[in-house]
């Protein structure tokens, strides 16, 4: 009899625990990454890449550049952050930044540490226009009601092409409409080298 009993309770604890659902288990995001740094950019033609990839575990004890894709792999938003906490003091100089797309429109904003809408470069909205393949072509800046302004380097829209050899063109327009030199360094830059090759002929 305790033979039987002793079964009967197994043959229970056995059904108990297999009708039990198990608690779920979070799913890996594949469509988020975490990185150390940014890849380092001086243009707006270039989209956020980050470098050193780290692991979830790793990004909540580590300040880190949270990347999320949407499912055709386009960036919906980078994050400063440690723990999913947005950290106000990034390479970007705001904590967030987010993209949605419309047509061939992809449009940038700018967020603080406390998820509320911030200016980049003195401009509410970046409104980037992509070609039929994906690729930047122009981008114009917003305020926050719309219309069009210049950014702190008094450049309102640019405009890039790609050239027959690869590289890509690109041409800085203010609100007159008038072509913009972003800094003097280029252009001082290339007079050095010609002088250089001058010299060694």
């Known amino acids: 009899m305790k033979l039987y009993s002793l079964l009967f309770i197994a043959l229970a604890a056995i059904v108990f625990y297999s009708c039990n659902p198990k608690p779920a288990q979070p799913e890996k995001q594949e469509n988020v990454k975490y990185y150390r740094g940014l890849l380092f950019s001086e243009t707006s033609w270039d989209l956020e890449k980050g470098s050193r990839e780290i692991s979830a575990d790793e990004a909540k004890t580590i300040n880190n550049y949270k990347i999320t ?13 440690r723990n999913d906490s947005l950290l106000d003091y990034s390479s ?3 904590a967030k930044v987010s993209y949605t797309y419309d047509g061939n429109k992809q449009i940038r904003r700018a967020f603080d540490a406390k998820n509320a809408p911030a200016q980049d470069e ?9 070609d039929s393949t994906g690729m930047r ?5 917003l305020d926050d009601a719309g219309q069009p302004v210049e950014n702190r380097n008094k450049i309102h829209n640019y405009v890039w092409s790609k050239m027959p050899d690869g590289m890509i063109q690109e041409k800085r327009y203010n609100l007159a ?13 290339k007079r050095t080298i010609v002088g250089e090759m001058r010299l060694r002929f």
């Open 69 to 81: 894709y949407n499912g055709k792999n386009q960036i919906i938003s980078v994050e400063y952050n």
């Open 177 to 189: 409409n008038e072509m913009v030199q972003n800094h003097i360094f280029g252009d001082l830059l």
């Open 92 to 94: 970007m100089g705001v």
């Open 122 to 130: 003195g401009v509410s909205v970046f409104e980037y226009t992509l």
């Open 137 to 141: 072509v122009a981008l114009r800046f």
